[in-house]
C-alpha cells in the first residue's frame, strides 16, 4: 500500500458523513445519516418546545410577566390621572392670577 493509497481511504472516511459517492451519471445525494440527524434534531427542538406549557416553571413565568404588565399599565394610568389633575391644579391658579392682576389694573385706572 502506497502513501497515496492510504491517503485517499483517509479522505473518504473523513467526508462519508457528508455526500455519497456519485454514479457515472447520477448527482451526488446527500447522506442519509444527516437528514436522519436533522430530524432528530428537529423532534428534539419541537418536543423541548412543547414541553414547555406542561412545566410549573413556566405558568409561574407567564403569571409574573402578566402581574409585572398589569402593574406597569395601573402606574402608567396612575400617573396619567396625576399627570390631568396637576394640569387642572395649574390651570386654576392661573386663572385666579390672571383675575388678581386685571382686578389691581382695573382699580389703577
Known amino acids: 500500500m502506497s502513501y497515496l493509497t492510504g491517503l485517499a481511504r483517509f479522505t473518504t472516511l473523513?467526508?462519508?458523513?457528508t455526500q455519497m459517492p456519485a454514479?457515472?451519471?447520477?448527482?451526488?445525494?446527500p447522506d442519509p445519516a444527516a437528514s436522519r440527524r436533522k430530524r432528530v434534531a428537529r423532534g428534539?427542538?419541537?418536543a423541548w418546545f412543547?414541553?414547555?406549557p406542561l412545566d410549573r416553571r413556566f405558568w409561574h413565568a407567564v403569571a409574573m410577566l402578566g402581574i409585572a404588565v398589569g402593574a406597569a399599565r395601573a402606574s402608567g394610568?396612575?400617573?396619567r390621572a396625576r399627570m390631568v389633575a396637576w394640569d387642572i391644579r395649574q390651570r386654576e391658579r392661573q386663572m385666579k392670577a390672571?383675575?388678581?392682576?386685571?382686578?389691581r389694573?382695573?382699580?389703577?385706572?
Open 44 to 46: 428534539i427542538i419541537l
Open 77 to 79: 394610568r396612575d400617573s
Open 105 to 109: 389694573a382695573g382699580r389703577r385706572a
Open 50 to 52: 412543547f414541553r414547555c
Open 23 to 29: 454514479g457515472p451519471r447520477q448527482p451526488a445525494r
Open 98 to 103: 390672571m383675575a388678581a392682576r386685571t382686578g
Open 14 to 17: 473523513a467526508a462519508q458523513g
